[in-house]
């Protein structure tokens, strides 16, 4: 059911199949993308990555063609790239390996096998996505507090976060504005039970009504 399309007993390279091979890839591409796209904020240049890169590693796998000095030297080469990158969140890491091991798939011919996979796949991204199945109880924050240089900020918020947060980590302190403020920047996880403005409030009157930000957490942990 699940057999290659490239003949194995042959090193010849059949144009028909890499064609084939080839049409399939870019189809499948654009579907891992459209469902970054649908689950994910994300940029059209990750987008066409996506969907360029099952053809990529196809055409690596079908030019190494079970040579394993040429597969080591892929190896290397994909080893150097993915040094020189940037990492991202888990969302895009686990998107890249996904249009990989389809690219993989496809390289040896095993088209069927590559389009059901892709099919399992997104169904699970698109079912995990819309439903809650992983609710966390408290949902990460950064927190950015500006005050005054007089203000000992060391527990000077304590009584506030015992009151309204879960968590709270204090992982940056900075000057700015010459010295004569301080910027706080905190991991913080309020409690269910919060009212956000009720909390904002509660700093300002304690930092002198400077600037407070409480935004989504963009920290995430990588596998």
Known sequence: MFNSIFDSSSSALDAKSILVSSSVAILLGLVIAFTHLKTSKTSKNFLIT????????????????????????????????????????????????????????LGMGHILFAAVITAIV?????????????????????????????????????????????HVELVNSRTTNMGSLYQLTYDINLKKTTNEKEFL???????????????????????
Do not use: H, W
Request: proline fraction near 2%; charge should be positive; glycine fraction near 4%.
């Open 50 to 105: 996506l969907t360029i890169l099952p053809l990529l590693v196809e055409v690596v796998m079908i030019m190494v063609n079970g040579s394993l000095g040429t597969s080591i030297a892929i190896l290397g080469a994909f080893s150097l790239i993915r040094f020189r990158s940037i990492a991202g969140n888990s969302k895009e890491i686990s998107s890249v390996f996904f249009a990989m091991a389809i690219g993989l798939a």
């Open 122 to 166: 997104v169904f699970l991204i698109l079912f995990l996505s819309k439903v809650n199945v992983f609710n966390l109880s408290a949902q990460p924050q950064t927190l950015q507090i500006t005050i005054p240089e007089d203000l000992d900020y060391t527990g000077a918020f304590n009584d506030i976060f015992k009151k309204y947060a879960s």
């Open 201 to 223: 409030d509660a700093i300002r009157v304690r930092n002198s009504n400077l600037k407070v930000i409480l935004s989504r957490s963009t920290r995430e942990t990588l596998i």
